[in-house]
T-cell receptor, first 114, second 116 residues
Framework: AQTVTQSQPEMSVQEAETVTLSCTYD???????LFWYKQPPSRQMILVIR??????QNATENRFSVNFQKAAKSFSLKISDSQLGDAAMYFC???????????FGQGTRLTINP | GAVVSQHPSWVICKSGTSVKIECRSL??????MFWYRQFPKQSLMLMAT?????????EQGVEKDKFLINHASLTLSTLTVTSAHPEDSSFYIC????????????FGSGTRLTVV
């Protein structure tokens, strides 16, 4: 069974600094997508960034970027110039079983210190 | 991406009654929707996959008779918690899968269910 693991239950960072959230996954598929979602206190799930496994280039969305290591099955999220609004739960996710069911990691609670 | 509307956003019900939660895909014809459950400070756990025009596929350990799912149209899936008990109190979230074009998943805003 495909699994997604986030080993950091909590992280904190000073405002304007950079933080990296870790995620590893297990799959036997060769072509797939990976996602990072943000869940603020409102509990609305918000897509942060998406990576296509067949693309070697790491995805980037403004201050958010990923370090995708396919061989190591690692998919970390880097947040640059952290802002107070970045405080949230962050979930790494992988669509299993033919790119349908989205499986989530345990989540990392990110705190931004002013 | 798709726009997903979920209602109600919160509901309080008495133990033994049933509660229906709606998930609507407003601008996308969704053949597949997903229902998740989230306990406080925990991750999202997939409960079932809702398939338009056919029976839902439930994850292991999820009671089919407790959590009834109906996906009668391409824009609406409903989750009915039957004979609710306090242990069913949780946050329920639906999701729509877009398999083509802008591939991804869009989530409803969630429903907080409290059973008293």
């Amino acid at each position: 069974a495909q699994t997604v693991t986030q080993s950091q239950p909590e992280m904190s960072v000073q405002e304007a600094e950079t933080v990296t959230l870790s995620c590893t996954y297990d799959t036997s598929e060769s072509d797939y997508y990976l996602f990072w979602y943000k869940q603020p206190p409102s509990r609305q799930m918000i897509l942060v960034i998406r990576q296509e496994a067949y693309k070697q280039q790491n995805a980037t969305e403004n201050r958010f970027s990923v370090n995708f290591q396919k061989a190591a099955k690692s998919f970390s999220l880097k947040i640059s110039d952290s802002q107070l609004g970045d405080a949230a739960m962050y979930f790494c996710a992988y669509p299993s079983q033919g790119a349908q069911k989205l499986v989530f990691g345990q989540g990392t609670r990110l705190t931004i210190n002013p | 991406g798709a726009v997903v509307s979920q209602h109600p956003s919160w509901v309080i019900c008495k133990s033994g009654t049933s509660v229906k939660i709606e998930c609507r895909s407003l601008d996308f014809q969704a053949t597949t929707m997903f229902w998740y459950r989230q306990f406080p400070k925990q991750s999202l756990m997939l409960m079932a996959t809702s398939n338009e025009g056919s029976k839902a596929t439930y994850e292991q350990g999820v009671e089919k008779d407790k959590f009834l799912i109906n996906h009668a149209s391409l824009t609406l899936s409903t989750l009915t918690v039957t004979s609710a008990h306090p242990e069913d109190s949780s946050f329920y979230i639906c999701s729509v899968h877009q398999g083509q074009g802008n591939y991804g998943y869009t989530f409803g805003s969630g429903t907080r269910l409290t059973v008293v």
